[in-house]
C-alpha cells in the first residue's frame, strides 16, 4: 500500500549548520511531493514542494532533491536559526487519486543556539 | 494565515457523543480535505470533497461523516465518541491538482 518513511524522528543541530530529512515513498506514481512544518500548537505550513518532472528545488536557505527511481525525496535547510525549530513532515500524494497526502511520521528539529 | 479557518479550535466531550467540526476554506478553492493527527497515527487522511462532491476516502471510520456545503464550507461529524478519538482534526484546502493549505486545527477531547 501507500506509505512513506521519514528519518531521522529526532534531529538536533547548532545555529548555523545544514540539517538533513530524508524521505522514501513506496508508490511508484505519486508525483507530487511537499514539505511541511508545524510548530507547536498550529497547523502544518507548507514551506517547499517538488513535483515528478524536477530533480532539485530551492527557496533561499530551503532546498529539496528528488530521486524518482530510489523513491526517495530529502529536504536540506542551510544557515539553521532558532526558529526553525519544529516538527517537519514530508509527504507524498498522486493526483489522479485526488490528491490525498500520505505523511511521513514527522521530525522534531531542534536548532541551539 | 493560511487563509483556512476552522471552529471550534478545542472540544471537550464525553464519550457516546456527536460533535460536528466546520472548516471554510481558501477563497476560491473547490477541494476540502480532511486530516485526523494522533501521536501514535501521525496525520492521516480521513476524506475529500470537490465541489461538493466526496472525491476520495481514506481510513475514516463508519462513526465519522463529512459533507461539503454550496457555499463550499465542510463539516465533519463525528458520533458515538470513543476515547481513542481524542486527537487534532485538521482541514485542508486546494485548487484543483494544486497545493493543500491546513487550517489550525480543532483539539478534540473525549472524556
Known amino acids: 500500500g501507500e506509505n512513506v518513511e521519514q528519518h531521522p524522528s529526532t534531529l538536533s543541530v547548532q545555529e548555523g549548520d545544514s540539517a538533513v530529512i530524508k524521505c522514501t515513498y513506496s508508490?511508484?506514481?505519486?508525483?507530487?511531493f511537499p514539505w511541511y512544518k508545524q510548530e507547536l500548537g498550529k497547523g502544518p505550513q507548507l514551506i517547499i514542494d517538488?513535483?515528478?518532472?524536477?530533480g532539485e528545488k530551492k527557496d533561499q536557505r530551503i532546498a529539496v532533491t528528488l530521486n524518482k527511481t530510489a523513491k526517495h525525496f530529502s529536504l536540506h535547510i542551510t544557515e539553521t536559526q532558532p526558529e526553525d525549530s519544529a516538527v517537519y513532515f514530508c509527504a507524498a500524494t498522486f493526483y489522479n487519486q485526488g490528491g490525498k497526502l500520505i505523511f511521513g511520521q514527522g521530525t522534531e528539529l531542534s536548532v541551539k543556539p | 494565515d493560511s487563509g483556512v479557518t476552522q471552529t471550534p479550535k478545542h472540544l471537550i466531550t464525553a464519550t457516546g457523543q456527536r460533535v460536528t467540526l466546520r472548516c471554510s476554506p481558501r477563497?476560491?478553492?473547490?477541494?476540502v480535505y480532511w486530516y485526523q493527527q494522533s501521536l501514535d497515527q501521525g496525520l492521516q487522511f480521513l476524506i475529500q470533497?470537490?465541489?461538493?462532491?466526496?472525491?476520495a476516502k481514506g481510513n475514516i471510520l463508519e462513526r465519522f461523516s463529512a459533507q461539503q456545503f454550496p457555499d463550499l464550507h465542510s463539516e465533519l461529524n463525528l458520533s458515538s465518541l470513543e476515547l481513542g478519538d481524542s486527537a487534532l482534526y485538521f482541514c485542508?484546502?486546494?485548487?484543483?491538482?494544486?497545493?493543500?493549505?491546513f487550517g489550525p486545527g480543532t483539539r478534540l477531547t473525549v472524556l
Open positions: 508508490d511508484s506514481a505519486s508525483n507530487y
Open positions: 470533497y470537490y465541489n461538493g462532491e466526496e472525491r
Open positions: 485542508a484546502s486546494s485548487s484543483e491538482a494544486d497545493t493543500q493549505y
Open positions: 517538488i513535483r515528478s518532472n524536477v
Open positions: 477563497s476560491g478553492d473547490l477541494s
